[in-house]
């Protein structure tokens, strides 16, 4: 099977900018979830979908949104980019009954 | 590209030697828990899970233990070879079905020495 796909892989914006990020699932997964990782905070939970409804959030920004199809494939959006979301955006997917998630290879950020 | 901290706690091997990665986990609650290997400019990459009924896993040259009664759950990888060096995290999951979501540890770098 192929594996969690991501794109872009990279990505520059300026601040005030928008940007949509893609992830493709493992063939079968419904449920993708979203992660911020930065040097200073480390991977942190952005949400996750399930279904093609949000099972769940993060403690992160009405700026920070998400949307899954109905080919479990997801978007994730950040509106009126910030220097601060400047990191690696990862996604994760599983079957939705098991517990591993399995990730992406991430698309980085740069805000300038 | 460096996409994690740069101040990680670093656990120097030697090549063949047995390494051991601990990580304290956050919630008495949490009831799984799961071992991420990431290598510079890639994603987390499953290595090992455990249940919180469990306290002992094997996998392929890895071992997780779990004790629920200190919070403590370490990774023993046997034989440690270079293509193991990499950025280790800890996982920990907890709350109804639907209400989970992984809690990160802040991560361990592995550094094999040939």
């Known amino acids: 099977k192929a594996g969690v796909t991501q794109t872009p892989r990279y990505l520059i914006k300026t601040r005030g900018q928008q940007v949509t990020l893609s992830c493709s699932p493992i063939s079968g997964h419904r449920s993708v979830s979203w992660y911020q990782q930065t040097p200073g905070q480390g991977l942190q939970f952005l949400f996750e979908y399930f279904s093609e409804t949000q099972r769940n959030k993060g403690n992160f920004p009405g700026r920070f949104s998400g949307r899954q199809f109905s080919n479990s494939r997801s978007e994730m959006n950040v509106s009126t980019l910030e220097l601060g979301d400047s990191a690696l955006y990862l996604c994760?997917?599983?079957?939705?009954?098991?517990?591993?998630?399995?990730f992406g290879p991430g698309t980085r950020l740069l805000v300038l | 590209g460096e996409s994690v901290g740069l101040h990680l706690p670093t656990l120097s091997v030697q090549e063949g030697d047995n390494s051991i990665i601990n990580c304290a986990y956050s919630?008495?609650?949490?009831?799984?828990f799961i071992w991420y290997k990431q290598e510079s400019g890639k994603g987390p990459q499953f290595i090992i899970d455990i249940r919180s009924n469990m306290d002992k896993r094997q996998g392929q040259r890895v071992t997780v233990l779990l004790n629920k009664t200190v919070k403590h759950l370490s990774l023993q990888i046997a034989a440690t070879q270079p293509g193991d060096s990499a950025v280790y995290f800890c996982a920990e999951n907890f709350g109804d079905t639907g209400r989970r979501a992984l809690t990160f540890g802040s991560g361990t770098r592995l550094q094999v020495q040939p």
């Open positions: 994760a997917s599983r079957t939705g009954h098991q517990e591993t998630q399995y």
């Open positions: 919630n008495s609650a949490s009831d799984y």
